[in-house]
């Protein structure tokens, strides 16, 4: 079998999903879909959740199938580093601090990244969450060449919180 290695698949290629093991199934659900507000698709007793934006099926799937009462991975292993939520604005990401502030949910870190403004933190089983929205290409910095630029440089959570939605209803 021949392949060749340097032809780049094709550029509709996206991740699909991820899933999570998680030790408690209520307060991984409590964190995904009560703070950052994903909807519950399907849910399967106590042992798995599918959740998502916008009605797909699942852009996160969450079992105690392996992992019911366990402790999260020792620091200084391999595993998932993190996951990433694509928000579709600046001010969708606004709002995800927020409701993150409003949790009392605190921050690993907040970053500008040139292409990316990045929100991280950890969820009720230590994984890596990164909450992020993309700038558009044409703003992304470049060397002179055309190949990206991107830094990391601290992200203004006060300038960021002023591009928020206005909060409407209770859920905000």
């Known amino acids: 079998m021949s392949t060749n290695q340097n032809q780049p698949i094709h550029p509709d290629v996206r991740i699909g999903h991820v899933h999570l093991k998680v030790s408690n199934l209520d307060r991984a ?3 995904y879909s009560g703070v950052l507000g994903l909807q519950v698709t399907q849910r399967m007793g106590n042992s798995a959740a599918f959740i998502s934006a916008g009605g797909y099926h699942h852009h996160i799937g969450l079992n ?3 992992s019911l009462g366990a402790s999260p991975p020792p620091a200084r292993s391999t595993g998932l580093y993190h996951l990433a939520i694509l928000y579709p604005t600046r001010p969708q990401l606004a709002d995800a601090l927020r409701r993150l502030i409003k949790a009392g949910i605190s921050l690993d870190g907040a970053s ?3 292409v990316s403004e990045a929100l991280y933190l950890r969820d009720p089983d230590n994984n ?7 700038r558009p290409p ?6 002179p060449d055309g190949e990206l630029a991107m830094f990391t440089r601290e992200l203004d959570l ?3 919180l002023s591009v928020a939605p206005p909060v409407t209803g209770t859920n905000g």
């Open 29 to 31: 659900l409590a964190f």
């Open 64 to 66: 105690t199938w392996e």
């Open 112 to 114: 500008d990244h040139g």
């Open 128 to 134: 890596g969450v990164e909450l992020y929205w993309d």
């Open 138 to 143: 044409d703003q992304w910095p470049r060397k």
């Open 158 to 160: 006060d300038d960021l």
